[in-house]
């Protein structure tokens, strides 16, 4: 869904700089629930107001509670086939995909970013390693990796903006 959102966005319409998208994204992680669904909400009311941001909370939400209800009540009568279960699979696949093409898709801003390329780089591998590899509760990654990626960040914009 992010990555429809990206390309929507960015790509076709041109709402957004790829920097901001990005932006607006780090701040909808921070905000409780799902992602895509509170970047919807700035946005609508960054371009429409209270209106627009109510709108755009009822099209993020409506469809898909929708099609989740149906698609669970009628699960149990169809969660014996194996194609469906084949079918769960792909879809699982296909949303690894998607977020690994989005992520490589916005390497490109990471050259911009206070931090560089190389510490941002660094930093996502170590959070990869710690939930992956050292199996560390995801919550306890968030916490510790966000905290220090938000203090470093700002050590890097002091320091660049000390610079003449």
């Known amino acids: 869904m992010l990555a429809v959102a ?46 627009g941001a109510f709108a755009a909370i009822g099209g993020m939400l409506l469809a898909p509670l929708v099609l989740v209800l149906v698609l669970a009540a009628s699960y149990n009568r169809l969660s014996d086939y194996p194609v469906v279960a084949g079918a769960l699979r792909g879809m699982g696949a296909v949303a ?7 992520g490589f898709k916005m390497l490109g801003t990471l050259r911009r970013n206070p931090m560089g390329l190389v510490l941002c780089a660094l930093l996502g591998l170590a959070t990869i390693v710690a939930v992956a590899v050292l199996r560390v509760p995801l919550a306890w990654v968030v916490i510790g990796f966000g905290v220090f990626a938000w203090g470093l960040a700002r050590w890097c914009i002091a320091r660049q903006e000390r610079q003449p």
Request: glycine share 10%.
């Open 6 to 51: 990206q390309r929507e966005l960015v790509d076709r319409r041109g709402w957004l700089t790829r920097e901001e998208f990005i932006a607006a994204y780090s701040l909808a992680q921070l905000l409780p629930g799902p992602n895509v669904v509170n970047l919807s909400l700035m946005l609508g009311d960054r371009f429409f107001g209270w209106r």
């Open 96 to 102: 690894a995909g998607l977020m690994l093409a989005m």
